[in-house]
């Protein structure tokens, strides 16, 4: 480029604005946002409304940021108008974007510049033509109530109950998505004598999928509510909405229940929300139970602790027992992540006597899922009564599982192992699950053995070197005189995982020989393996063997007829020298 | 059966409801009083596509061939029209072809000076919605053809419709465009690289307004959820969710979501072999958002509550009419699939239709229809005949008006019938070049069955079953109806005088 005048510094910036408006916009957002916060200037994105989703999301978030690029929280007026045009886009996701970098940016207005442009733009919103507009209003509500003049926040609360009661479904959405915040930031009586109304109507929308959000809004009125007002206020609502027609409506109770729980109160719970529970445990429909059902230890664990048990007893294990052998396997793997929990809360004699049928019976249920569920969890039934009361009916399930047909759920069980062996003790694993642990090696499925590898990674990391030693490293090392290239190249992976585990001395005087006896194989997938397995071990071995023993075979490697091994050979010399 | 039946109106439909007025002015077809002249032809559009080709720019070269080869009689297999959807407001049209292109046509602005031209529509966007694609891991070839198309009520200053082939469902935004970014730094007014050092000082591109341009964009593309050929796509009043209809299923997908939906009914049995019925159309109901229809190819609808349960394999209601021994026949039960279904606008009733009748259903009764009407009872004695040359397969619609008080379907001859049902008077009509004039007055038709045949009859045996009016719709609350007949569409409107 031509000349030191400054020019050509010109120029990154032209191609910078220029990419900004371009019309065939590229993925390139952050150049273009980049050039924007150079070029803070609002003229340009004030008719941005054109552009691609993803510029407009970006746009919308990066405004929020913009304060101290327009001159501070005086001049942040100015960012509205731009913002105001995103708020009202049909993308849900800028829109939302715009929204958040609304209420991020109220805050850097002074209480005057909150009612001379902030309020306005709320109003304008809450106001307009189409609903995307309006379902912004709703989350900007909050944000400027409280620091706004009396008169204007008995128009702020004029406006929420308009879009409260909103022809479009969208708009009565955010209302009641918006519902439990706006409570939150309104004075105690408008509290009682606004919300509770608006709760209600809500709550009993003609669109289940207004009703249902209702619910979320619960939890928040609830806890800005006195305990008095509670019943007559809160309870009858809450009560439709767990026996609503509408299942998604009674979904989204299970779902929420602990927090309802925690909103309500200890009475409340025990004489509403125990036999609701009971309810939704038992529920026509599938996935109500399943909520309800991932739900059973938080909502034991918060029973007031005084008849925690009595309770337990009484109401919620009949409903449990039901679970388990519940038609649905979604229900019952549900269940099955869970359950275990109990254990803690009803201690020791409980768990033996109504507990452990119910785990024993799960471990041999049909769905490899809810198998899996109560294996991973056995750590909290450890503590309570020790392992040794299940292992009888542990190993059955564990070896089912390993013998699983889908290799997921083969990968899945893998996975815990190294929890199991933990759990169970060195003597019962080298006894039981050992033999497991090797066949996976030679799984026909890559991933399976691959996973096998790194279990044997952690086996060792828990049981130590010398476990590794006389029971693994044999079998392992035994693999590379295997017929079929796959077990031998297995050993070499094998190899790489576990030398840092095992350490030098038995990486350097078992395995190194093994592998570079490999270099010979006739298989070149296995000699570039070698070499890559040379590279991996390098580190742990000690540099007389890496000259005498490592580097000649590499440089044998290096001229290897194959392209590969040959690369792979170079690749490990250079980094080892 | 009455002969000529005059079609009229009362001069007050001319009212149109004011902007954003929810409660349209409902009118009578046909009023009785007999003071109005019928139903006028305002626009036909033949292969409705690129009449301002610009848009598409040069580049499509194969259209524009197309077009010299076009003689009146001749059409390609990728114009012929296979939907037509006018949007909630009546103001745009859609309709869809077997090349996988969807026309939008706009309302003309009512004049005062003109007001006859109250119902013409004019070409507003043109797109290719669909390309032909390949399974490569079935081998199947997948058509273009748009088979369905569903306009989501506008939300804001653009429109929103749906369109869908065989497989996948595309959310389209149609919008306008009216400004566009002048002064670039790199590049010159017409459009070249500016040398860089020749850049010595920086400007900011500012938008210039520019003639007004009319863009489509995909904004959601909704695919690999079907096995089976789509043949219905329906927008909730919820305004979030739609459904979309295959041989087999039912699946539920959000419209915010395209890589996840979930299947909502599924018929298919365990073995294949022991299929005895398909899901032929499916709609949702135009309030209720939990409750939707499905249709099958035995006849009967299904009535599903989807607050019940999350699966709704299960129906609530089931509406059948238990079959006449005494018509029985080898077509019986070909004849008895049911090739659209629709709720009513006030969402009291279902209509359906098969291949020789359209039936009325009151939800609150399931074991029979309240009303039916004969599209062309004519061809009972024709089956034999029209299941050889596979017409008995044929797939027609139904529609209703916006008052739900006439009901119009399609027939053969590019005939297509409406119904009073207040009246129980019927008409039937044609749409073709021949009387295709502007604001010519359709004249009424009849069909005559065995040998004596009256002067303006046309006899059973003359009709031309190559020209069938599968898809119509109706104007959400005038009386302007849509007409497609092969590659032509046409336009009516009741005369105003």
């Given at each position: 480029m031509a000349g030191a005048d400054g020019d050509d510094s010109l120029y990154p910036i032209a191609v910078l604005i220029d990419e900004l408006r371009n019309e065939d916009v590229q993925n390139d957002t952050e150049t273009q946002l980049y050039s924007l916060k150079m070029y803070s200037i609002i003229h340009i994105f004030y008719n941005t409304i054109y552009d691609e989703d993803e510029v407009l999301l970006a746009l919308a978030e990066q405004l929020g940021n913009f304060t101290m690029l327009v001159g501070g929280p005086e001049y942040v007026h100015c960012l509205l108008p731009p913002l105001e045009s995103l708020a009202t886009v049909e993308e849900t996701v800028v829109r939302d974007k715009a929204v958040e970098s609304l209420?991020?940016?109220?805050?850097?207005?002074?209480?005057?510049?909150?009612?001379?442009?902030?309020?306005?733009?709320?109003?304008?919103?809450?106001?307009g033509d189409w609903f995307t507009s309006r379902t912004s209003a709703c989350g900007l509500f909050s944000v400027c109530y409280p620091r706004v003049s009396s008169t204007v926040k008995a128009e702020i609360r004029q406006h929420f109950r308009t879009l409260?009661?909103?022809?479009?479904?969208?708009?009565?959405?955010?209302?009641?998505?918006?519902?439990?915040?706006?409570?939150?930031?309104?004075?105690?009586?408008?509290?009682?004598?606004?919300?509770?109304?608006?709760?209600?109507?809500?709550?009993?929308?003609?669109?289940?999928?207004?009703?249902?959000?209702?619910?979320?809004?619960?939890?928040?009125?609830?806890?800005?509510?006195?305990?008095?007002?509670?019943?007559?206020?809160?309870?009858?609502?809450?009560?439709?909405?767990?026996?609503?027609?509408?299942?998604?409506?009674?979904?989204?109770?299970?779902?929420?229940?602990?927090e309802l729980q925690k909103a309500v109160g200890s009475e409340i719970t025990k004489n509403d929300l125990v036999p609701a529970f009971q309810n939704l445990l038992k529920d026509c429909e599938a996935e109500v139970r399943a909520a309800a059902a991932n739900k059973v230890k938080e909502f034991c664990e918060n029973l007031p602790e005084d008849n925690r048990e009595q309770i337990i007893m009484t109401h919620i294990l009949p409903c449990v027992k039901e679970l388990?052998?519940?038609?649905?396997?979604?229900?019952?793997?549900?269940?099955?992540?869970?359950?275990?929990?109990?254990s803690t809360i009803l201690g020791k004699d409980n768990t033996i006597e109504h507990l452990l049928p119910l785990f024993l019976a799960q471990l041999k249920d049909e769905c490899p899922e809810v198998r899996l569920n109560i294996i991973s969890n056995l750590d909290c039934v450890n503590e309570v009564i020790g392992i040794r009361q299940l292992s009888q009916s542990l190993l059955p399930a564990i070896v089912e599982l390993a013998e699983d047909a889908?290799?997921?759920?083969?990968?899945?069980?893998?996975?815990?192992?190294?929890?199991?062996?933990?759990?169970?003790?060195?003597?019962?694993?080298?006894?039981?699950?050992?033999?497991?642990?090797?066949?996976?090696?030679?799984?026909?499925?890559?991933?399976?053995?691959?996973?096998?590898?790194?279990?044997?990674?952690?086996?060792?990391?828990?049981?130590?070197?010398?476990?590794?030693?006389?029971?693994?490293?044999?079998?392992?090392?035994?693999m590379a005189n295997d017929p079929n290239y796959l077990h031998r190249m297995t050993t070499l992976f094998c190899i790489n995982a576990l030398s840092e585990a095992c350490g030098q001395e038995i990486t350097t005087k078992q395995m190194l020989p093994v592998v570079l006896k490999m270099s010979n194989d006739q298989v070149a997938n296995v000699r570039f393996n070698v070499a890559k397995s040379l590279q991996k071990i390098g580190p742990v071995l000690d540099s007389n063997a890496l000259q005498t023993e490592v580097k000649p075979v590499l440089e044998k490697l290096a001229t290897d007829s194959d392209m590969d091994v040959k690369y792979f050979a170079q690749e490990a010399i250079t980094l080892q020298s | 059966r009455n002969e000529q039946i005059p079609l009229q109106h009362d001069g007050s439909s001319r009212l149109n409801p004011a902007p954003g007025c929810k409660a349209p002015r409902w009118f009578h077809w046909p009023p009785a009083d007999g003071t109005g002249a019928g139903w006028e032809q305002v626009c036909r559009f033949q292969d409705p596509k690129p009449a301002d080709l610009s848009m598409e720019e040069e580049s499509d070269t194969r259209k524009i061939n197309n077009s010299f080869l076009r003689d009146h009689n001749y059409a390609t297999e990728a114009d012929i029209i296979s939907t037509v959807e006018f949007n909630s407001t009546g103001e745009l049209l859609a309709t869809g072809d077997k090349g996988g292109r969807v026309v939008v046509f706009q309302r003309e602005q009512e004049s005062k000076t003109q007001p006859h031209r109250r119902g013409e529509y004019n070409v507003?966007?043109?797109?290719?919605?669909?390309?032909?694609?390949?399974?490569?891991?079935?081998?199947?070839?997948?058509?273009?053809?748009?088979?369905?198309i569903k306009w989501l009520p506008q939300q804001n200053a653009a429109y929103f419709l749906?369109?869908?082939?065989?497989?996948?469902?595309?959310?389209?935004?149609?919008?306008?465009?009216?400004?566009?970014?002048?002064?670039?730094?790199?590049?010159?007014?017409?459009?070249?690289?500016?040398?860089?050092?020749?850049?010595?000082?920086?400007?900011?591109?500012?938008?210039?307004?520019?003639?007004?341009?009319v863009e489509a964009t995909a904004r959601r593309i909704f695919s690999n959820a079907h096995?089976?050929?789509?043949?219905?796509?329906?927008?909730?009043?919820?305004?979030?969710?739609?459904?979309?209809?295959?041989d087999l299923r039912v699946n539920l997908w959000n419209l915010e979501i395209t890589d996840r939906s979930f299947n909502i009914v599924d018929i298919k049995p365990a073995n294949m072999e022991e299929l005895t019925e398909v899901i032929t159309s499916a709609e949702f109901h135009p309030q209720q958002c939990h409750t939707f229809a499905y249709s099958s190819s035995k006849g009967s609808i299904r009535l599903c509550d989807m607050r019940l349960a999350a699966l709704c394999d299960k129906h609530c209601k089931y509406f059948e009419e238990p079959e006449d021994p005494a018509t029985r026949s080898f077509f019986s039960e070909i004849i008895s699939s049911i090739s659209d279904v629709k709720f009513s606008h006030n969402?009291?009733?279902?209509?359906?239709?098969?291949?020789?009748?359209?039936?009325?259903?009151?939800?609150?009764?399931?074991?029979?229809?309240?009303?039916?009407?004969?599209?062309?009872?004519?061809?009972?004695?024709?089956?034999?005949?029209?299941?050889?040359?596979?017409?008995i397969f044929d797939k027609f619609e139904c529609v209703w008006n916006g008052s739900d008080s006439v009901i119009m379907t399609g027939s053969y001859n590019n005939f297509f019938r409406m119904f009073d049902r207040n009246t129980k008077r019927d008409v039937t009509l044609e749409a073709s070049r021949e009387n295709s004039k502007p604001r010519a007055i359709l004249k009424p038709r009849k069909v005559c069955v065995g040998g004596k045949r009256r002067k303006d009859e046309i006899s059973v045996d003359s009709l031309d079953f190559s020209k069938k009016i599968l898809h119509t719709t109706w104007h959400p609350y005038e009386n302007i109806i849509a007409v497609a007949a092969t590659n032509n569409l046409y336009i009516f409107q009741d005369k105003v005088n």
């Amino acid at each position: 480029m031509a000349g030191a005048d400054g020019d050509d510094s010109l120029y990154p910036i032209a191609v910078l604005i220029d990419e900004l408006r371009n019309e065939d916009v590229q993925n390139d957002t952050e150049t273009q946002l980049y050039s924007l916060k150079m070029y803070s200037i609002i003229h340009i994105f004030y008719n941005t409304i054109y552009d691609e989703d993803e510029v407009l999301l970006a746009l919308a978030e990066q405004l929020g940021n913009f304060t101290m690029l327009v001159g501070g929280p005086e001049y942040v007026h100015c960012l509205l108008p731009p913002l105001e045009s995103l708020a009202t886009v049909e993308e849900t996701v800028v829109r939302d974007k715009a929204v958040e970098s609304l209420r991020k940016i109220s805050q850097e207005h002074s209480p005057v510049d909150l009612e001379v442009h902030f309020e306005p733009l709320v109003k304008r919103l809450a106001s307009g033509d189409w609903f995307t507009s309006r379902t912004s209003a709703c989350g900007l509500f909050s944000v400027c109530y409280p620091r706004v003049s009396s008169t204007v926040k008995a128009e702020i609360r004029q406006h929420f109950r308009t879009l409260c009661s909103d022809d479009t479904p969208m708009v009565r959405r955010a209302a009641a998505s918006k519902l439990g915040e706006f409570a939150k930031v309104l004075e105690p009586e408008y509290v009682k004598s606004d919300i509770i109304s608006l709760f209600t109507a809500l709550a009993s929308d003609e669109q289940d999928s207004v009703r249902l959000l209702a619910v979320e809004a619960c939890v928040s009125i609830a806890t800005l509510l006195p305990q008095e007002d509670l019943e007559t206020l809160v309870m009858p609502t809450l009560r439709q909405a767990a026996e609503d027609k509408s299942w998604r409506v009674r979904y989204m109770v299970a779902d929420k229940f602990s927090e309802l729980q925690k909103a309500v109160g200890s009475e409340i719970t025990k004489n509403d929300l125990v036999p609701a529970f009971q309810n939704l445990l038992k529920d026509c429909e599938a996935e109500v139970r399943a909520a309800a059902a991932n739900k059973v230890k938080e909502f034991c664990e918060n029973l007031p602790e005084d008849n925690r048990e009595q309770i337990i007893m009484t109401h919620i294990l009949p409903c449990v027992k039901e679970l388990v052998s519940d038609t649905n396997q979604h229900v019952k793997s549900a269940l099955a992540s869970v359950i275990m929990g109990l254990s803690t809360i009803l201690g020791k004699d409980n768990t033996i006597e109504h507990l452990l049928p119910l785990f024993l019976a799960q471990l041999k249920d049909e769905c490899p899922e809810v198998r899996l569920n109560i294996i991973s969890n056995l750590d909290c039934v450890n503590e309570v009564i020790g392992i040794r009361q299940l292992s009888q009916s542990l190993l059955p399930a564990i070896v089912e599982l390993a013998e699983d047909a889908k290799w997921r759920v083969r990968l899945a069980i893998i996975e815990y192992m190294p929890l199991l062996a933990g759990q169970l003790g060195v003597e019962f694993f080298d006894e039981k699950l050992n033999t497991l642990c090797m066949a996976w090696l030679i799984d026909h499925v890559y991933a399976i053995r691959e996973a096998a590898t790194c279990n044997l990674m952690k086996l060792v990391e828990k049981f130590g070197a010398e476990w590794a030693q006389n029971t693994i490293v044999p079998k392992v090392l035994g693999m590379a005189n295997d017929p079929n290239y796959l077990h031998r190249m297995t050993t070499l992976f094998c190899i790489n995982a576990l030398s840092e585990a095992c350490g030098q001395e038995i990486t350097t005087k078992q395995m190194l020989p093994v592998v570079l006896k490999m270099s010979n194989d006739q298989v070149a997938n296995v000699r570039f393996n070698v070499a890559k397995s040379l590279q991996k071990i390098g580190p742990v071995l000690d540099s007389n063997a890496l000259q005498t023993e490592v580097k000649p075979v590499l440089e044998k490697l290096a001229t290897d007829s194959d392209m590969d091994v040959k690369y792979f050979a170079q690749e490990a010399i250079t980094l080892q020298s | 059966r009455n002969e000529q039946i005059p079609l009229q109106h009362d001069g007050s439909s001319r009212l149109n409801p004011a902007p954003g007025c929810k409660a349209p002015r409902w009118f009578h077809w046909p009023p009785a009083d007999g003071t109005g002249a019928g139903w006028e032809q305002v626009c036909r559009f033949q292969d409705p596509k690129p009449a301002d080709l610009s848009m598409e720019e040069e580049s499509d070269t194969r259209k524009i061939n197309n077009s010299f080869l076009r003689d009146h009689n001749y059409a390609t297999e990728a114009d012929i029209i296979s939907t037509v959807e006018f949007n909630s407001t009546g103001e745009l049209l859609a309709t869809g072809d077997k090349g996988g292109r969807v026309v939008v046509f706009q309302r003309e602005q009512e004049s005062k000076t003109q007001p006859h031209r109250r119902g013409e529509y004019n070409v507003y966007s043109t797109f290719q919605s669909h390309e032909p694609e390949f399974d490569y891991l079935k081998s199947l070839e997948i058509e273009e053809k748009i088979n369905k198309i569903k306009w989501l009520p506008q939300q804001n200053a653009a429109y929103f419709l749906l369109s869908t082939n065989d497989k996948t469902v595309k959310l389209w935004k149609i919008s306008e465009r009216d400004k566009r970014p002048e002064g670039y730094n790199l590049k010159d007014e017409d459009g070249r690289i500016r040398d860089p050092s020749t850049i010595t000082s920086l400007r900011v591109p500012v938008l210039q307004p520019m003639d007004l341009m009319v863009e489509a964009t995909a904004r959601r593309i909704f695919s690999n959820a079907h096995t089976y050929h789509i043949n219905s796509i329906s927008v909730n009043s919820d305004l979030q969710t739609f459904i979309s209809t295959d041989d087999l299923r039912v699946n539920l997908w959000n419209l915010e979501i395209t890589d996840r939906s979930f299947n909502i009914v599924d018929i298919k049995p365990a073995n294949m072999e022991e299929l005895t019925e398909v899901i032929t159309s499916a709609e949702f109901h135009p309030q209720q958002c939990h409750t939707f229809a499905y249709s099958s190819s035995k006849g009967s609808i299904r009535l599903c509550d989807m607050r019940l349960a999350a699966l709704c394999d299960k129906h609530c209601k089931y509406f059948e009419e238990p079959e006449d021994p005494a018509t029985r026949s080898f077509f019986s039960e070909i004849i008895s699939s049911i090739s659209d279904v629709k709720f009513s606008h006030n969402g009291r009733y279902l209509m359906t239709r098969d291949y020789l009748t359209v039936k009325v259903w009151d939800l609150q009764m399931e074991n029979k229809p309240v009303e039916t009407y004969q599209v062309h009872d004519y061809l009972r004695g024709k089956l034999c005949s029209l299941y050889e040359n596979d017409c008995i397969f044929d797939k027609f619609e139904c529609v209703w008006n916006g008052s739900d008080s006439v009901i119009m379907t399609g027939s053969y001859n590019n005939f297509f019938r409406m119904f009073d049902r207040n009246t129980k008077r019927d008409v039937t009509l044609e749409a073709s070049r021949e009387n295709s004039k502007p604001r010519a007055i359709l004249k009424p038709r009849k069909v005559c069955v065995g040998g004596k045949r009256r002067k303006d009859e046309i006899s059973v045996d003359s009709l031309d079953f190559s020209k069938k009016i599968l898809h119509t719709t109706w104007h959400p609350y005038e009386n302007i109806i849509a007409v497609a007949a092969t590659n032509n569409l046409y336009i009516f409107q009741d005369k105003v005088n």
